[in-house]
């Protein structure tokens, strides 16, 4: 549904806390007049649904302060914006330090209380975490994983029922969708679990746990629950199936469990307190777990709504230095495939250059224009959103790259054709765009970097995808102004730089036009055209080869097509790439 206008009330900041040396990164939702009746840090799940759960938690967080509350939600150590690596020692370790530095956090503003929200493994390490360091004021555990060890085989289970599924991996991992968990992070992770919680610290005062009725809760966690002493409520956890069974840029807000958290939080919250505001703040990272030069990193906004992007730099970076702009997947928010636009962004920023992470309207942590659908992949908006930041980045001289993936590559494609863009890094660009056609919710006439079906052949694949797809496959080898490869062609004619890097099944939109053929061998020889199509690719980046080999093209591309040093540029980018 449209979204409306936000109150006025609520202040919603993004900050910087805990320990100076390895930062987390949160957003803090203030009641009007910082005055409040308690606070609440939202601990959220781990790996891919903590992206499919971004939308959620920030409703949550913001709905919370409208009813009074301070609510802090937050990125754990090594994981989302949070300075760190993903692997390496002490990570659950770090990860339960995380929510102790939430709650001293809240307590620093001056909250007389704190409880907490958790979801799957973010449930099992705030009660955890409770159990070390003292309960919470009150405790929602929705849908909690039994323990770290389940997380990680049912991650498993799912990883080798799609990207994995005849693929060798790395050895020394745990591989689930997108993420991997060292060997070390894995046995570490069998020490948490509601068989594993000691008994004798009671959890919270009040502890509400939420479980699925289509998928009940192993026994052993609602055993735990019932030996607190305090207040116990239980309720359903409608709407998980919509939010984590589907691909996260395809969840639902679960709306009936949200609002029976919210209204629990608030009936036990106490009298308003004045609090401190909180203030946005730069923050210091190391640029990865082995490198550690210093990355600088804080908030941009772009255009007249104040889209989110996070900036990194070196503190010495040069002021002409190249800007590279990674732009969000789909409905998923800036932290890109398997966390990797943020190592990505910090590792481009310790050798110079300068990086922004960008959440397109209506997604992640920006704002929604007026009338537009919240979390809408190819939302028209996205057009003038995209080409206000590359004009802000671009005002100065400055030499401009996008990289971008599917919808994300879709998006860097429409804005060279609008805007001067120096080079476009595209991965497996969606360019055929059957969720944008003729009669649906995001429909524009304006869009130039895409090839929309014919609306019949459109409302077919709402009912018959494959049949609608073989059609239009047909269909297109006479239309030939409908194959994507145009696209390109255009592109790299406007002076862009351009390279597409596809798996096999993306590759074959942009080959199998047979009409268009031909002019693709003839626009290989171009030097300022890569195309490149390689197995080690799947679609999503969520295998751990295709992201690291993703970012050794990137970075090659970088070097050769914005180099840091100006005056070899041009020579180097008459050569191509080898």
Known sequence: MPSTAPAARAVHTQVWFGPAECPLFGWVSMPAGAVARGGVILCPPMGEEARAAHRTFRRLAEELAEQGLVALRFDYEGTGDSAGGQGGPGRVDAWLASIESARQFLLGLGVDEVSAVGMR????????????????????????????????????????????????????????PGFQYDDDTATQMRRIGFGKLATQQPLADRVMLLTREDRPAP??????????????????????????DVGPSDGRVPEEALRSIIEWLVSGAGE????????????????????????LESTLRFGPIGLFGLHDRAPDVAPDAPWVVLINVAAEHHVGPGRRWVEFARAWAAKGYRVVRVDQSGVGDSPTHPGQHEDAPFAPEWIDDMR??????SADGSTVVVVGLCSGAYSALEVAMWEHVDAVFAVNPRLTLFPAA????????????????????????????????????????IAIWHGPFRILREVVKRGTALHVLA????????????????????????????????????????????????????????????????????????????
């Open 388 to 393: 206000q930041v590359v004009r802000q980045l």
């Open 438 to 477: 003729k009669g649906s919710a995001v429909y524009t006439p304006v869009r130039r970097a895409a090839v929309l079906p014919v609306e019949p052949i459109a409302r077919l694949a709402e009912r018959h995808r494959i049949l609608a797809g073989g059609i239009w496959r047909i269909y297109r080898q």
């Open 121 to 176: 493994l973010g449930a099992t390490l705030a009660a955890h975490a409770a159990a070390l360091s003292g309960g919470f004021g009150s405790l929602a555990l929705w849908d909690p994983c039994l323990s770290g060890r389940t997380f990680i085989r049912e991650g498993e289970a799912l990883f080798m029922m799609g990207e994995g599924d005849g693929r060798e991996h790395a050895p020394g991992f745990r591989h689930t």
């Open 272 to 295: 308003p307190v004045p609090v401190k505001p909180a203030h946005e703040t730069c923050a210091r990272v190391a640029a990865s777990e082995t490198d550690a030069t210093p990355v």
């Open 219 to 244: 026994a052993a966690i609602e055993e735990r629950i019932r030996r607190e002493p305090g207040e116990l409520a239980f309720a359903p956890a409608t709407g998980q199936a919509d939010l984590l």
């Open 503 to 578: 798996c096999r099944d993306d590759a074959q939109h942009f080959t199998e036009v047979l009409f268009w053929r031909p002019f693709l061998a003839r626009l290989q020889r171009h030097p300022r055209f890569h195309f490149e199509r390689d197995e080690v690719f799947d679609h999503s980046l969520l295998s751990r080869s295709s992201q690291l080999a993703t970012f050794e093209r990137a970075t090659r591309f970088l070097e050769t097509y914005a180099p840091l040093d100006r005056e070899s540029g041009p020579d180097v980018a008459k050569r191509g790439m080898s």
